[in-house]
């Protein structure tokens, strides 16, 4: 029996702005309302932050960001500071493969990006995964251990209790082609969750969770999330719709 309690995040990465962050929480929040026994997670883009915050209120669902800059503050045109985030957000997600891939982030800036969030409170999700041609070339174990590695060098153990990964192979991401259960659940098995274990010690390698991401859905949560250590997902254009992402909470 798993003893670690599942979340569900969702990514809602460019989509959603002020007023429609607005009408999706407004019906998202009442949806939700009695479920219980899992942490839901809602980030949406940083304009929709002030208002999420406002919408969500006292509901259960925490608020995250998609992403932050280490500094605090400064000539950093266009980017937002920890603390920023942390005056509205309990969540930020780092290193998406979409940033990796395309605003130059490197497993060096997720761990700088990564002690940032953690000095000012914030619970970062942390995401590694390797890209179709990785995998394909059986690259997927090394891959992975080395962004959870570098991405995590020089956290404490007791700072890492704040830390969750979600492992989101980049070919199933937005693509409907999810990993199998057996598949994700092998590398949060076997290739992340050692590495926790010798990082930060058993004990607590063993009580952070391991979200999975890429291509979940209302229709394949529930045998994804029945897998040993995979507990709860990233979700990305499922968590759009207030249906499909409540059936995925409650699968978790
Ligand atoms: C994501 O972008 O984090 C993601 C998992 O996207 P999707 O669910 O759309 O594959």
Same mark, same amino acid.
């Given at each position: ?17 002020? %007023?429609?962050? +607005? ?21 949406? @883009? ?17 608020? $995250? ?30 290193? !998406?493969?979409?940033? +990796? ?13 990564? !002690? ?7 619970? @970062? ?20 251990? +080395? ?9 404490? @153990? ?8 979600? %492992? ?12 199998? @259960? ?6 949060? +098995? ?21 979200? %999975? ?18 507990? $709860? $997902? ?19």
């Amino acid at each position: 029996m798993k003893t670690r309690k599942p979340m569900v995040a969702g990514n809602w990465k460019m989509n959603k702005g002020l %007023y429609a962050t +607005r009408d999706l929480l407004r019906e998202l929040v009442p949806a939700l309302s009695d479920v219980e026994g899992v942490d839901v997670v809602v980030c949406p @883009p940083f304009v929709g932050l002030g208002v999420a915050n406002r919408e969500l209120g006292s509901s259960s669902i925490k608020l $995250g960001a998609q992403n932050l800059h280490w500094e605090e503050s400064g000539a950093f045109t266009g980017e937002i500071s920890p603390s920023m985030v942390k005056d509205l957000c309990d969540f930020v997600i780092i290193g !998406h493969s979409e940033r +990796r891939a395309m605003f130059g982030e490197t497993d060096e800036s997720v761990n700088k990006k990564v !002690h940032a969030a953690l000095k000012v409170g914030l619970s @970062p999700i942390v995401c590694v995964g390797e890209t179709l041609e990785e995998n394909k070339s059986g690259q997927t174990g090394e891959v992975v251990s +080395r962004q959870v590695r570098e991405g995590l060098a020089g956290v404490e @153990p007791e700072q890492a209790v704040k830390l969750i990964i979600a %492992y989101e192979p980049v070919w199933a991401i937005g693509t409907g082609l999810a990993a199998t @259960p057996e598949g994700a659940n092998a590398v949060h +098995r076997d290739v992340i969750r050692p590495i926790l274990g010798e990082l930060f010690g058993d004990k607590i390698g063993n009580g952070m969770r391991i979200l %999975y991401g890429g291509s979940v859905k209302a229709d394949n949560a529930k045998e994804l999330f029945d897998q040993s250590d995979i507990d $709860g $997902g990233l979700i990305g254009g499922a968590s759009l719709k207030v249906d499909s992402f409540v059936s995925i909470v409650q699968a978790a």
